[in-house]
């Protein structure tokens, strides 16, 4: 397999946990809302154990940017990933707020502090 398939395999895995990660923060935040728990919320919380998990083990960063890097990918924000450099900017800061905050509201409802 040529690097730039490789490479298109790597874009396209990253993107993929992306929405997938974003998508069970939005699960998260909707769970601590609203008091929601279910398989879903449980596959959520243990997808975003294993992906934080991981941005630890490699000192905050993907994994799949060195792979993408090793493949042809050049240096920017979206190099390893199909998504817009607009999109992927602030991402981390994002997201990791949101989760924090999803989590805070599940903490509090499962204390019973929120209805």
Known sequence: MSDARILALVRGVHSTVYILMVA???LLLYAGATGY???WLWIAL????IETAVFAVNGLKCPLTALAVRYGATTGYAFDTILTERTIRLTF????GLMAIGLALLALRWASVLG
């Open 93 to 96: 800061r994002f997201f990791s």
């Open 46 to 49: 243990g997808l975003l154990a």
């Open 24 to 26: 069970a923060i939005f």
């Open 37 to 39: 728990v279910g398989l």
